[in-house]
């Protein structure tokens, strides 16, 4: 069984860093995408990054290409977000997921297949 363990997370001033970190394990099948999604307070949780286990293909939200990235360690199962100078709007709850295809990132909840329990960002103006 995948599961999925986010930490990372914290309160942090406007213009700062943080790095959430996505502990990945359970996986059976070679070709799935992984990445994050936020969920701002009151709002659907919305696609962040997401990254196909090739690396081939890449999904990156508008609202932070430029600002965050995400990386992985497949020796240590570990997959990243690096969150760079961050807005009062970066704050929320972030998750690690899987899906079948980077693409469907773009969606929102509606493809995930798999959550992790969600790590805290606040950011303060």
């Known amino acids: 069984e995948v599961q999925l363990v986010e930490s990372g997370g914290g309160l942090v001033q406007a213009g700062g860093s943080l790095r959430l970190s996505c502990a990945a394990s359970?996986?059976?099948?070679?070709?799935?995408?992984i990445g994050w999604f936020h969920q701002a307070p009151g709002q659907e949780r919305e696609g962040v990054l997401c990254i196909s286990d090739s690396a081939r293909s890449e999904y990156v939200a508008d609202s932070v290409k430029g600002r965050f990235s995400m990386s992985s360690d497949n020796a240590k199962n570990m997959v990243y977000l690096q969150m760079n100078s961050l807005k009062p709007e970066d704050t929320g709850v972030y998750y690690c997921a899987t899906l079948a295809e980077t693409w469907r990132c773009a969606y929102g909840s509606k493809y995930v297949e798999r959550w992790g329990q969600g790590t805290q960002v606040t950011v303060s103006a």
């Open positions: 359970g996986f059976t099948d070679d070709d799935y995408a």
